[in-house]
């Protein structure tokens, strides 16, 4: 299994320019996730899908736009970029499973290597 | 989900254990604890977790208190390839946000 693969490593866009992060599983996950990790600072939730067809906002999902066609990928669409949106974004899916004895579903993610966002 | 409290750093020698601390105290009954780690620029890499009783696997171990209101990461013998961000995480159960707090960052000294 290849795992999350993100595409590309590295960008550089202009401001007002679009583009759209690529991040593919091939682990048949259902939940999929977009975070953001500005420099020195902790992950922030974008969006997530818990399917194909169903997603949903994070903690800041302003300036940004998802879809989910397939279990496989879950594209991040930047429409007018912005310098505040220069950070490392990092795609995860997660397997769940029910705990033994206990009876309460945990999660755990898996993340891809990230892509390197510059808007100058 | 809880909100966690972590230092925000901490250093360890290479070969002793590191204990990483986290406190929750407003964890729920349903609510999971977690921990992942990050190295360098790379993408988080879970490490474990634990509901009400204490957990190992051959990365690390997790203590957790009986309230559940704090609970400590153990890596028996760190490295200095252990150097890297952990994150404590409280999520309750069939949520699918994971929230990621600033977490504490670990050197490994030679």
């Known amino acids: 299994n290849a795992g999350v693969t993100q595409t590309p490593k590295f960008r550089i866009l202009k401001i007002g320019q679009s583009m759209t992060l690529q991040c593919a599983q091939d682990?048949?996950?259902?939940?999929m996730y977009w975070y953001r990790q500005d420099p020195g600072m902790g992950l922030k939730l974008i969006y997530y899908?818990?399917?194909?067809?169903?997603?949903d906002k994070g903690e800041v999902p302003n300036g940004y736009n998802v879809s989910r066609s397939t279990t496989e990928d879950f594209p991040l669409r930047l429409e007018l970029a912005a310098p505040s949106q220069t950070s490392v974004y990092f795609c995860?899916?997660?397997?769940?499973?029910?705990?033994?004895?206990?009876?309460?579903?945990?999660?755990?993610?898996?993340f891809g290597s990230g892509t390197q966002l510059s808007v100058l | 989900d809880a909100k966690t409290t972590q230092p925000p750093s901490m250093d360890c020698a290479e070969g002793r254990a590191a204990n990483l601390p986290c406190n929750h105290s407003?964890?729920?009954?349903?609510?999971?604890v977690y921990w992942y780690r990050q190295i360098h620029s790379q993408g988080p890499q879970y490490i474990i977790h634990?509901?009400?009783n204490n957990e190992t696997n051959e990365m690390a171990s997790l203590i957790i208190t009986e309230d559940r209101k704090s609970s400590t990461l153990i890596l028996p013998h760190a490295t200095l390839r252990d150097t890297a961000v952990y994150y404590c995480?409280?999520?309750?159960?069939?949520?699918?946000?994971?929230?990621f707090g600033a977490g504490t960052r670990l050197f490994v000294k030679a």
């Open positions: 995860a899916s997660s397997y769940s499973a029910i705990g033994t004895g206990s009876g309460e579903e945990w999660e755990k993610l898996f």
């Open positions: 682990m048949n996950h259902n939940y």
């Open positions: 899908s818990v399917g194909a067809g169903i997603t």
């Open positions: 407003t964890i729920s009954g349903n609510e999971y």
């Open positions: 634990g509901l009400k």
């Open positions: 995480i409280v999520r309750h159960t069939g949520g699918f946000k994971t929230i």
